[in-house]
Every structure is written in structure tokens, then in C-alpha cells.
């Protein structure tokens, strides 16, 4: 029998990587991964703040549900300040990123730091957050975030046509009459979701991959995106569990770090056996062109 706390652990991080797979293929098709860097670092400074505020009026510092609102909210003003700064010409998306990435994080860093000196709010426990305590989840934590994975594949699923429009062909997708921008906007709210989302179980700093590597490992298995978006998403929920579960049998392996590291493995075995792509088929076949020359 699974205990009771291991199986809440499992449920959590499995459905979390369902929500991160398939939300992850459309960031990943889009250009947008590196996006999810920098949303996952801004939400440091609202988790920070949020917990300034709920301490000066006499609250829990350490309640989930204002630290996640505050990291939300941080997270959109870091994803609109990527646009922004974009948006002016005069530095490419990529320095953007790097920029929001670095400051807000400083921030981020800067306020826990000033937080421990307070006494309402020292002992609130937001490292946790940097590098994630999935140990520490409860019931109704996975009940939320079973609710995030269900709402972002609604989602998904009424914006299908328009998001893949927006990803392969954004250009006619507008003369068509598609609002791309929106629909960037639809993608980059998912990305904040997920990332908050994913906070108490992975961390801010190990939930981009988890939004990258299902959907990296999908992309080398298949060209056609139903079938990625399906194996993006039960890759992601192996690694959640595969995570969780290695977690609960060796306690000292962070359970962030465990599903991370299962991601990377199944993206290395897609990258050396994917039927099409891998590196074993690419090697067979140009021996194959080799020996045919010959």
C-alpha cells in the first residue's frame, strides 16, 4: 500500500506534469521556453511581498493561497515587462528576458533577505519556493493543483486551433484575421499558471524545465501535433510521478530536483532513440547512404 502522504505527493506532481506537458509543447513550438525562465524567477518578489503583507495585518505568512496570488501577479508583470522592453526595438526579446530574469530575482533575493529580520515573518519558510518542498504538500494543495492541470487543459482544448494557427503559421494567421497577440497572451497566462503552480512542488528555479523537457522529448518522438501534445503531456505526468516516487524512497533526493532529473533521462532516451530523429536512426541511416554510394 502507498502511504497516504505519498500518494497526495504523487498526485500533485503527476498532475502538474500533465498541465506542464502540454502547455510546455505549445511554449516550446511558439519560441516561448525561455519566457518561462523568466516568469518563474519574477514570481519571487510576489511571493516575498505577499507575505510581507499578510504578516502586517496579522495573517499567516506561510499561507499558500496569498503567496501563490502574489506570485501570479508577479509573474504577469514579468512576462508584461519582457514585452514591453521587447517592444521598444531597441533590445532583442532574448536580452529582455535576461534582464527581467536577473532583476526581478534580485529583488526577489533582496526582500527574503530583509524579510528574516522581521518577526512576523522570519519564520514563514519561502526558501522553500527556490528549489520547491513537494514533502510538504497536503490534500488540498493537490487538489489545487489537479484543478490548475484541469483548467489549463480545458483551455488548451477550446483554444486548439488558434493556438497551433499562432505557432506555425503566425503570419497568415493574421491576415486570416487572428489576433496572434491575444492569443500570445492566452500562452503566456497558461505559462503563468503552470509556474505558479508548480512553485511548492519543483521551485521557481527548476519549474521551466519541467515545462520544457516533456515537450522537447514529444517533439523528437512525432511530427504531428495531436500526438505531441498527448506524449508532451503523459511524459510529463511519468516525470511528475517517477519524481515523487523516487523522492518518497530515498527522502534525502528533493523531490523538484527527482522530476527534473526524470525528465532529462526520458528526453536523452528520445534524443538517442526517437524512430525518426534520434541519434541512432540518423546514425543508421547514413550508413545505410554510405554503403549505397559504395
Known amino acids: 500500500m502507498i502511504p497516504y502522504n505519498t500518494a497526495v505527493v504523487l498526485l500533485g506532481c503527476a498532475t502538474l506534469g ?8 505549445f511554449a516550446l513550438l511558439r519560441g516561448r521556453a525561455l519566457v518561462a525562465d523568466a516568469v518563474g524567477h519574477a514570481a519571487l518578489p510576489g511571493v516575498a511581498l505577499a507575505a510581507l503583507l499578510v504578516a502586517t495585518f496579522g495573517g499567516d505568512p506561510r499561507g499558500l493561497p496569498p503567496l501563490l496570488a ?6 504577469v508583470a514579468g512576462v508584461l515587462a519582457v514585452q514591453a522592453l521587447a517592444r521598444t526595438r531597441r533590445i532583442r526579446e532574448d536580452a529582455a528576458i535576461a534582464v527581467v530574469l536577473s532583476s526581478f ?8 533577505s530583509w524579510l528574516q529580520t522581521l518577526p512576523g515573518a522570519a519564520q ?3 526558501s522553500k519556493f527556490i528549489l520547491g518542498q513537494a514533502a510538504a504538500m497536503r490534500a488540498e494543495d493537490a487538489v489545487i493543483t489537479a484543478s490548475v492541470a484541469a483548467i489549463c487543459l480545458l483551455v488548451v482544448l477550446l483554444g486548439f486551433q488558434r493556438l497551433r494557427a499562432a505557432c506555425f503559421d503566425p503570419d497568415f494567421a493574421r491576415i486570416q484575421g487572428l489576433a496572434v497577440g491575444r492569443v500570445d497572451l492566452l500562452l503566456l497566462g497558461l505559462m503563468v499558471t503552470v509556474c505558479v503552480a508548480g512553485l511548492q512542488a519543483v521551485g521557481l528555479i527548476l519549474v521551466v524545465a519541467l515545462l520544457v523537457l516533456p515537450a522537447a522529448a514529444a ?3 512525432t511530427h504531428r501535433l495531436p500526438r505531441m501534445l498527448a506524449l508532451g503531456a503523459g511524459i510529463g505526468a511519468a516525470c511528475g510521478a517517477a519524481g515523487a516516487w523516487a523522492s ?11 522530476v527534473v532529473l526524470a525528465g532529462a533521462a526520458l528526453c536523452l532516451l528520445a534524443l538517442i532513440l526517437a524512430p525518426e530523429r534520434g541519434l541512432l536512426a540518423c546514425a543508421a ?4 547512404r554510405g554503403l549505397g554510394a559504395d
Do not use: F, N
Not at 530575482?105 to 533582496?110: M, P, T
Open 124 to 126: 514563514a519558510g519561502l
Open 105 to 112: 530575482y534580485a529583488l526577489g533575493v533582496a526582500l527574503l
Open 248 to 258: 518518497a524512497l530515498e527522502p534525502d533526493l528533493p523531490t523538484g530536483a527527482a
Open 18 to 25: 500533465l498541465a506542464a506537458g502540454t502547455v510546455g509543447t
Open 70 to 75: 502574489g506570485a501570479a501577479m508577479a509573474g
Open 285 to 288: 541511416t547514413h550508413l545505410r
Open 219 to 221: 517533439r523528437l518522438l
